[in-house]
C-alpha cells in the first residue's frame, strides 16, 4: 500500500515551519536576554607604564592613556596592577522553553535537574553557545533574580529538511 503521507512534506510547509519559527524569536516575541559569559582574559593596562616581567604598574603615566595620573601615584586604570581583567561576554535574545515535558521530548536524557530549559536559537549561534561557560537569564526583574545556567549536554541542531536552528539544555548552577 502506498504511504498515504507521501509527499506531503513540501516545500511550503518546510517555509511554513520555518517562518514560526521565525516569528517565536522575533525581538518582541518570546525572546527574553541571554548573557553568555566566557573566559575572562587579561590585558595589560594602557594608562601607566607597566613592568612586563614584574607584571605590575611602575606608577608611571602613559603618554596617552585616558585617565592621567601624577607619575610615582597609583594608576587609577589600573589600582597599580598593570593588567586588567576583561569580562567576556554577550548578549543574545532567545526563545526560552521552561517546560519540563519540552525539554524531555526534544532532549537526549529522561532525566534533567528540576528548573532546566531549553534555549531555541538560529544556527548562528553554535559557537557562542559551544564556549560559553555560563549563561545568565534576564527574568525582568532586578540584578539578584538573575540566573546562572551552564550547558547539560551538546547543543542539538534541529530544523526541518535543513539544521536551521539549534536546542541547548541548560541547568542551574
Ligand atoms: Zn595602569
Known sequence: MANPFSGIISTELKQTYNNAIDALLETTALVRTCKFT????????????????????????????????????????????????????????????????????????????????LLVSKISTLDTIKQAKGMITDTGLDNSMRLKYKLLEAPTPVGFGASDYLFSIWGLV
Do not use: R, W
Request: net charge neutral; glycine share 10%.
Open 38 to 117: 566566557f573566559d575572562s582574559t587579561e590585558s595589560v593596562c594602557n594608562n601607566c607604564i607597566v613592568d612586563t616581567l614584574k607584571k605590575t604598574s611602575t606608577g608611571y603615566y602613559k603618554s596617552g592613556g585616558s585617565i592621567p595620573f601624577t607619575n610615582g601615584q597609583i594608576c587609577p586604570n589600573c589600582n597599580g596592577a598593570g593588567l586588567i581583567l576583561n569580562e567576556n561576554e554577550v548578549s543574545l535574545n532567545l526563545a526560552i522553553i521552561y517546560d519540563m515535558k519540552m525539554l524531555l521530548k526534544f532532549g537526549k536524557s529522561t532525566q534533567y535537574p528540576q528548573g532546566s530549559l
